[in-house]
């Protein structure tokens, strides 16, 4: 019933910025958290940013703090993933994730306490 969907991945000079964009469809997420993922080749996925119902409160991953900006436009269902300062290593598969519960007060960072996944996005930064 619940589709999340990414666009916005690409190669990209490290450096570089990009901007991920994760879609909601099927129903809204406006009451619920919701979180990106990645997972690089041969690694385990990776936490690297969530984000509250209102978008007023989010975490990050120390690799992506300071470089990373987790946002979301709840009218349009969708959040999104502003990556600057693009390093090799944070290439990767974009996942986005979202609660299936109303937002708790707290947020997460292991991907079982996510029940809604897209089908990610590839993100090469290449020096």
Do not use: H
């Not at 300071?66 to 944070?90: C, H, W």
């Not at 290439?91 to 979202?98: G, W």
């Not at 609660?99 to 930064?125: E, F, K, M, N, P």
């Amino acid at each position: 019933q619940v589709q999340l969907v990414e666009s916005g991945g690409g190669l990209v000079q490290a450096g570089g910025s990009l901007r991920l964009s994760c879609a909601a469809s099927g129903r809204t997420f406006s009451s619920s958290a919701m979180a990106w993922f990645r997972q690089a080749p041969g690694k385990a996925r990776e936490f690297v940013a969530a984000i509250s119902s209102s978008g007023g409160y989010t975490i990050y991953a120390d690799s992506v703090k300071g470089r990373f900006t987790i946002s979301r436009d709840n009218a349009k269902n969708t959040v999104y993933l502003q990556m600057n300062s693009l390093k090799p290593e944070d290439t990767a598969v974009y996942y986005c994730a979202a609660r299936g519960v109303i937002y708790s007060g707290r947020l997460y960072d292991a991907s079982w306490q996510y029940d809604y996944w897209g089908q990610g996005t590839q993100v090469t930064a290449s020096s």
